[in-house]
């Protein structure tokens, strides 16, 4: 028989926001894998490594640290393949993700490669927007709100579009983008409105108004935007 395909949703960073349905699994888990950088470092295992087995098989995806799709599509390629063959076996693998696996989430192209063929199962975890929220202690979105969640690399004509329509804003994966997104919340009147929330749940978050923001920032950085008053103080 195949093994089963598992994808784990870890949260935004600290390992006590990992749900209990996730440490159960990393913890019986024989073989895990893992997306890291080319210098070597996971995030995602780095939350995850207390109840990661010391004697399970780890599979390191490295992932190129380039605006280029190709070396990103070969790497999980490779990655898929090294999976295949654990899943072949009859093994179970466990694949660590930050935050939600189809959220934005790492796992969802492993999953497009190999879903087809294998049993898969799907761990939800805690999002980064609503742990930004939370450590921002500003309420997402209240009534009838349309919350509009918006990539930081998005033109700036189509953010603005985008901007317009929503009653709430979450603009994630800020970056290098930071100082080009300021300056159009700034053009449309936003900015005081605006938080600006970095790596949250983590000992080095940081909760400022958006004109404080250190540019660039880093890439686990978002926006959060209200329009007007503040819906949930009436």
């Not at 784990?8 to 960073?13: E, N, R, S």
């Not at 080319?38 to 995806?61: C, K, L």
């Not at 466990?94 to 935050?99: P, S």
Request: aromatic fraction near 6%; hydrophobic fraction near 45%.
């Amino acid at each position: 028989m195949k093994g089963k395909l598992i994808g784990v949703g870890l949260g935004p960073g600290d390992p006590e926001l990992m749900t209990l349905k996730a440490h159960r699994l990393i913890a019986g888990a024989r073989v895990v894998a893992y997306p890291a950088l080319e210098n070597g470092e996971s995030f995602a295992r780095s939350i995850a490594a207390q109840s990661i087995p010391p004697n399970a098989d780890e599979i390191i995806i490295n992932i190129p640290m380039t605006v280029e799709r190709g070396p990103a599509q070969a790497a999980y390629d490779k990655g898929a393949a090294d999976i295949a063959v654990q899943l072949d076996k009859g093994e179970n693998v466990v694949v660590l993700c930050e935050g939600d696996p189809f959220f934005y989430g790492s796992f969802m192209y492993l999953f497009s490669r190999l879903a087809d063929e294998y049993e898969t199962d799907i761990v939800p975890g805690v999002t980064s927007v609503t742990t930004c929220a939370a450590m921002a202690k500003r309420p997402l979105t209240a009534r009838n709100d349309v919350l509009a969640i918006i990539p930081g690399p998005l033109g700036s004509d189509d953010m603005r579009t985008r901007i317009e329509a929503a009653g709430a804003v979450a603009i994630m994966k800020v970056g290098r983008h930071l100082g080009r997104i300021r300056a159009l919340l700034s053009d449309m009147g936003l900015s005081e409105n605006a938080t600006y929330v970095a790596r949250a749940s983590l000992p080095s978050q940081q909760v400022l108004p958006l004109e404080r923001a250190p540019d660039p920032a880093p890439y686990f950085s978002m926006i959060l935007i209200t329009k007007g008053e503040d819906p949930w103080l009436s």
